[in-house]
């Protein structure tokens, strides 16, 4: 693929971060966003000289616009924002926490979408990533699955709405990123084994996982309105 731009919202750490080192290993321009200027420092420091990073938020809808102008004309946009609201039992969410989740996940992921699109190359490609929550049936999902679904629905409509601009999406499962360090890590250790040993590939998924995937996405001109599901099978999983 020749050198082309593109911009990583949430490319601070895990998925994002992981798909910045791919894309540069692979002679490309990357622009990393973050809204923690310590976080985003660290990981710009981390890729070397090729990439470029700059504090966002995407949650400030307001600001996008002129973020994006700042960064100027890009080929390919990817959206790895997550939120971990909405997890729990479903009687008892709130409804302020299923809120909470669509407002960091969907209304993000629509507002940093729609901001890029005047300055994001006409025949290049947008790529979401939402959750296997948005596809299998695992109780105490309900409020995060929806959101995540409501990401992957993204894809279909506007790859034919966008055209010649290409919509993917990816939707990880159990993925060992910083998403899961509010749990102490004895607890974050069983929780992985047991989901690796219900996954068919016997482990959970690591970022440069989902990030091959992304990639791929970017990568085939011929791949639109489709979102993979990355996640070793877990879905299926009894």
Not at 185 to 210: C, H, M, N, W
Request: glycine share 10%.
């Amino acid at each position: 693929m020749p050198s082309q731009h593109t911009v990583i919202v949430g490319g601070s750490s895990g998925i994002g971060l992981a798909t910045a080192q791919r894309l540069l290993a692979e002679g490309n321009r990357v622009t990393i966003t973050g809204r923690n200027p310590d976080r985003l420092n660290a990981a710009r420091s981390s890729l070397g000289s090729q990439a470029n990073a700059m504090q966002m938020d995407a949650a400030d809808a307001a600001s996008l616009p002129g973020a994006f102008a700042r960064i100027a004309s890009f080929d390919h946009l990817v959206l790895a924002l997550g939120s971990r609201k909405g997890f729990g039992p479903f009687a008892g969410m709130s409804l302020a926490e299923v809120r909470g989740s669509f407002e960091e996940k969907v209304y993000a992921h629509f507002a940093a979408a729609q901001a890029a699109l005047p300055f994001l190359r006409k025949d290049g490609s947008i790529t979401f990533v939402a959750a296997v929550s948005a596809h299998a049936a695992a109780p105490g999902t309900a409020g995060i699955g929806s959101a995540n679904a409501a990401v992957a629905a993204f894809v279909p409509i506007l790859a034919v709405e966008l055209k010649p601009l290409r919509v993917n999406g990816v939707s990880p499962g159990v993925i060992d990123t910083p998403w899961w360090d509010f749990m102490a890590d004895d607890q974050k250790l069983g929780i992985f084994t047991e989901y690796g040993a219900k996954s068919p590939v016997g482990r959970v998924g690591s970022s440069d996982d989902v990030a091959q995937a992304i990639t791929f996405l970017i990568r085939n001109t011929f791949m639109t309105g489709h979102v993979l599901v990355c996640d070793g099978g877990l879905r299926w999983a009894a």
